[in-house]
């Protein structure tokens, strides 16, 4: 049985919840790499990470403001909020902080890398 923290638990949520709402991104870091290992029987892997690392696969990267409008009615109904800390750009990852409601505290973050497939 996999070990998952309380933030990793919340994390994989939002995960879920992205993933259910069709943002077109795939998973990589810490929080695939926990789970593969798992699933293939090499035991507990530790690694306590606070972000989300994405990146996009869709045919053509969005606005910011698009990203950020799929990414918040995403998780609209986990009492969270993605809020934009960096832009997307050549070489750069777009960056948002996942801010909790019910405290307004920063919770995690998401990174999503812009391919060009």
């Known amino acids: 049985m996999i070990k998952l923290t309380d933030q990793e638990k919340r994390m994989y949520d939002v995960i879920g919840a992205i993933t259910d709402n069709n943002?077109?991104?795939?998973?990589k870091g810490a929080?695939?790499?926990k789970?593969?290992?798992?699933?293939?029987?090499?035991?507990?892997?530790?690694?306590?990470?606070?972000?989300?690392?994405?990146?996009w696969i869709g045919s053509a990267p969005p606005p910011m403001e698009q990203l950020t409008?799929?990414?918040?009615?995403a998780i609209a109904n986990m009492n969270l909020?993605?809020?934009?800390?960096?832009?997307?750009?050549?070489?750069?990852?777009?960056?948002?902080?996942?801010?909790?409601?019910?405290?307004?505290e920063l919770c995690m973050t998401i990174?999503?890398?812009?391919c060009d497939f």
């Open 111 to 114: 990174d999503i890398d812009m």
């Open 35 to 55: 789970l593969i290992l798992h699933e293939n029987q090499f035991g507990d892997f530790v690694r306590e990470t606070q972000d989300i690392d994405a990146s």
């Open 31 to 33: 929080l695939v790499t």
């Open 69 to 73: 409008d799929m990414l918040n009615r």
């Open 81 to 104: 909020t993605a809020v934009a800390v960096r832009e997307h750009g050549e070489k750069m990852s777009a960056s948002y902080d996942i801010i909790d409601l019910s405290n307004n």
């Open 23 to 27: 943002v077109p991104v795939v998973y």
